[in-house]
């Protein structure tokens, strides 16, 4: 539990525990979680495995929307933090 004096990170646009979902079902998770989350909305995608090539996709689908920040890496967890960039 978080103290005022050592507060948690804040993740408004939620996390995303891609680890408790089928391979084939995470992909259309993120896409719809980036499609609903707006500015100043961090969201956090939790990985069992290095998320390799998840910053390039973003990016290819969603020119220059997001900003995506290794936050942890491995080599258990591995997460993303995913910033949207406001207009």
Do not use: C, K, N
């Amino acid at each position: 539990m978080a103290s005022s004096d050592h507060p948690e990170p804040a993740y408004p646009g939620g996390v995303i525990d891609l680890r408790l979902h089928q391979a084939r079902e995470r992909l259309g998770l993120v896409e719809q979680a980036l499609e609903t989350v707006r500015a100043g909305e961090d969201l956090l995608l939790v990985f069992h495995e290095p998320p390799a090539r998840l910053a390039g996709h973003i990016e290819t689908r969603y020119p220059g929307r997001f900003e995506v920040t290794p936050v942890t890496e491995g080599p258990e967890v591995w997460t993303l933090r995913v910033h949207p960039r406001g207009d």
